[in-house]
DNA sequence: TTACACATGTAACACGTTACATGATTTT
DNA sequence: AAAATCATGTAACGTGTTACATGTGTAA
């Protein structure tokens, strides 16, 4: 049930409409939080209806703006301190992993080419936006610097994804060394 | 709807019931496509109707053992070969970290610590996983070279989000480095 | 005036989780 | 004899996706 906190997180931030929302998960949370307008429309009807956020304003084309509620406010902070996070993942990427056996070595390389490409291109994508936040390009707000945080996120997951098609693409069996030459986490370090 | 195909990779390994592939996925698979019992039941029934899977073996009480047709094969193969791979991830940590600004520094870090120590927990044990994997524990099969390549892919991801926990504790704004210097890509899209 | 972006919503379906129910075999 | 584990399933609910439907304001 994170889709309506993650609401609230957004909301109180400034006020926002139905459609607002929709677009910043398309391309901000997209990534990490896929959420459909018709998810999102249903989820704010709802949290209207328990007073966690109100209407602040109506606009043209019947826009309707929603801000958050002291109750609201309270809810996203209970959420963020009090509720362990679930730190289930998927990621069919590393669940097809499993079932390479089953491609021929053409396909498999084929395939982890692809894949490496993918994900540096996305990384790519991330590390500028963390490099424009750092230029201060948006401001430095609190928020900026928490969705800097979140970017960050992004560039490193999306990279990790890239080295490690890459790395499996030369033969793990060749290439003798674990998962991390071991010890403990030094600042930045491959590439 | 990667669990059918999950599911028909399995049993492409070998035979086996409902109950095991549960067991498999609560192992193995569970932390990168989790998948409960009532849904693997659910899933099986169809696969069987549709010819991909058919009754091996029925065991003691009433366990009932299943294994791939050729048509099961084929359409693992086809999955992996000619469906595109959903990208979309799902990752609750991230997601929460857009809302950090919501937490007194406080909360955060202490936040920032726990995840962080889970994350080179789960990495750790990943770690292991492919060490006894190089070492040869589990054999040196084609199969157990998938699972190698996924366990490399466990080992990554959660250290990269340990390190990424680290890093966010330390003040990303004191430091100002950014995601990860290298090669910078043009006008690059992400979603 | 036509097309496009804005804006909201419903309905049907697919996927996933939790709770409940049942019973067989093995271990203590 | 009781408890633990093996083993399968159903029902209800919650979440997420796709398709469809509708209409408004702005720019070409």
Known sequence: MS????????????????????RRFDDLLGSVWPAGHPQIYGELRRLEQEA????????PRRR???QVTDLGITEVRRWLTDVEVDHTL???????????????????SDHLRREAA?????AAGYRQLAEAK??????????????????EAGARLN????EWAT???????????????????????HR
Not at 3 to 22: C, I, K, M, T, V
Not at 159 to 162: K, R
Request: overall charge negative.
């Open 64 to 66: 309707k703006a929603y």
């Open 52 to 59: 966690f956020i109100e209407v602040e304003s109506e606009g």
């Open 118 to 122: 993918y994900y540096e291109a996305v």
């Open 90 to 108: 998927r990621l069919e990427a590393v669940l097809r992993s499993v079932f390479f056996w089953l491609m021929t070595p053409d396909q498999l």
């Open 134 to 151: 750092d230029r201060g390009d948006f401001g430095h707000g609190p928020q900026t610097q928490s969705v800097r945080i979140a970017a």
């Open 159 to 162: 990279t990790a994804l890239g």
């Open 167 to 189: 790395w499996a693409l030369n033969g793990p069996t060749v290439d003798a060394n674990p998962a991390e030459p071991s010890g403990q986490t030094e600042s930045s370090d």
């Open 3 to 22: 889709l309506r906190h993650a609401l609230l997180g957004l909301l109180a931030e400034q006020p926002a409409s139905g459609w607002d929302l929709s």
